[in-house]
């Protein structure tokens, strides 16, 4: 419809998202690599699209801004970056509870968010949604801009 500079977001490692982790993980603790597998595929598809698009849309600027691999690096890799907790989210047990269900009602709630990658079962923390924004604005912002 004419828009020509585009930012999209690809898709995060599912497989290590703490809902997930409770549902899918047969009791491990460790991400779902079946998961992040899908997640994977995802992304390559979205790359693929997003080349033909770029062909076929003149003056186009489009810029797939990776989640994957900062929000992975985090989880895997948590105490570099400031955090300790990444298999519970925030709120509630951090297990399962995830949007609506995760309220100031929730049972357990911790006292400080900022050490937690995720705030919910399934969505970062406001401490990693700064990292991830940096970084988008880092490597993302730029090649809009060129
Ligand atoms: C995920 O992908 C990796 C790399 O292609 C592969 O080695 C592994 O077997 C896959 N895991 C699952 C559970 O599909
Ligand atoms: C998608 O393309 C980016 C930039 O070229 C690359 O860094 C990334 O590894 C690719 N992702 C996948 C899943 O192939
Ligand atoms: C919970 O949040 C709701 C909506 O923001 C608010 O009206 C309510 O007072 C809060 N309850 C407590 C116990 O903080
Ligand atoms: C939360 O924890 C962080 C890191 O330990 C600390 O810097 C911060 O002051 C704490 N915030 C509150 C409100 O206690």
Same mark, same amino acid.
């Given at each position: ?23 899918? $993980?047969?009791?491990?603790? @460790?991400?779902?690599?079946?998961? #992040? !597998?899908? *997640? /994977?595929?995802?992304?390559? +598809? ?45 709120? $509630?047990?951090?297990?399962? @509870?995830?949007?609506?269900?995760? #309220? !100031?009602? *929730? /049972?357990?709630?911790?006292? +400080? ?34």
């Amino acid at each position: 419809m004419g828009a020509r500079e585009i930012g999209v977001t690809n898709a995060a490692p599912m497989g290590c998202l703490p809902v997930l982790i409770t549902l899918f $993980g047969s009791h491990s603790n @460790e991400c779902v690599d079946r998961l #992040n !597998n899908d *997640s /994977i595929d995802y992304n390559k +598809n979205l790359n693929k699209t997003s080349q033909n698009l770029r062909k076929i849309l003149p003056g186009i600027k489009l810029v797939v801004c990776d989640i994957y691999q900062p929000l992975y690096n985090l989880v895997t890799n948590p105490s570099e970056n400031g955090f300790s907790e990444t298999r519970r989210g925030y709120c $509630g047990t951090g297990l399962l @509870e995830t949007a609506i269900i995760c #309220n !100031n009602m *929730s /049972i357990g709630t911790c006292a +400080n968010a900022s050490n937690y990658v995720f705030w919910d079962g399934a969505h970062p923390s406001e401490a990693t949604n700064k990292i991830l924004a940096d970084t988008m604005v880092a490597a993302d912002i730029p090649l809009l801009m060129s």
